[in-house]
């Protein structure tokens, strides 16, 4: 079996997004058992990844990519294309857009403290679509 | 097919576990000929990805680690639940909680120096579990 | 349906090159319209992302991959083996060589200025091989 959805949200700049509840009633509805679930952001400026969702780490992890890609940088691809968010791209290619979880027996098999996270990383608000693809038996 | 299954070990703070040999285990047991095997950490603060596994990388690895995001920052996340392993969160969200490596006629389709590996994040030993899910045929 | 192929391509040091129409070729060619490519690389030199593909990006990845894991320190791995790369290994593990895609109704959930590419992190020119896995029906 495999059963296509997605995911439709609006963000704000800097915004760490929970999907965890979302994909969870994803898989429910796919019926699927025992299998996996892909968690895909189609675009450059976004990415996903799990942390245990709190506000401390929202802070901690924008730190973090601050120190990796600041924002204040001249960015090639600023002087090129004017847009102001090479930093954006650069934080979003280290993260990476694509999180696979496996379905054991219904369930997503992620810790306690682990959610599924969409991180907004554009320098704009954005209306964004994550892809679910449910496959398995 | 859909074979599940998990590895289970303990860590010590900063430890990276090469699990490759189990993988390959466990593939080999599922019958799986042609797929993909998920690897996945339930949990927020360890991570799975490749590396060529020798004593000096796993020093290197945890020297970059701590220029992303090092031990003794003030961590909000520290400040909130004072548990002291921000920095354990950080990093584990950085490098991913999920590896999807093929399966092509048996075998791991995985270069000659490279291994599979789980990198304890955590501030304190772990008893830590990894999910793998097999698929295929 | 699973259906094994790969690309194979030569690369000059520091290089990141768009794979994005040979692995929709992959795709089309395999007839599976529904389901996941997976995207991996046999090596620890090397990594698989998605960017928007243009030279710009590609300066400014390569700034941040020097600032995370710059190529002059003293690492172990190079005290060690006298190789000269381990500032590659050490961005290789933190970027992952592998990545899924959905492939829905025929087609990658791509953004428009999203591009599949692979990044040669090694300090010398080399004979790359990248193996696609399609798998669906």
Redesign the interface.
Known sequence: M?V?SSLQFKTVVGEMVDLTDRVRKAVEKSRVR???V?V?????TGAV????F????V???G??LE???PRD?D???????GDGN?HS??R?????????????EGAL???T??QIVFLELDNRPRDRRV?L?V???
Chains 1, 2, 3 share one sequence.
Do not use: C, K
């Open positions: 495999i296509s025992n299998g996996t892909v895909f952001v189609p675009g450059a990844t799990t942390i245990e709190e506000p401390g780490l802070r901690d992890m730190e973090a120190r990796l890609a940088l960015y090639s691809h600023n002087l090129r294309w090479g791209h650069v979003a290619a280290f993260l990476g857009p694509s999180l696979t979880v496996p379905i054991v098999t992620l810790g403290w682990q892809v693809q496959m398995g038996e």
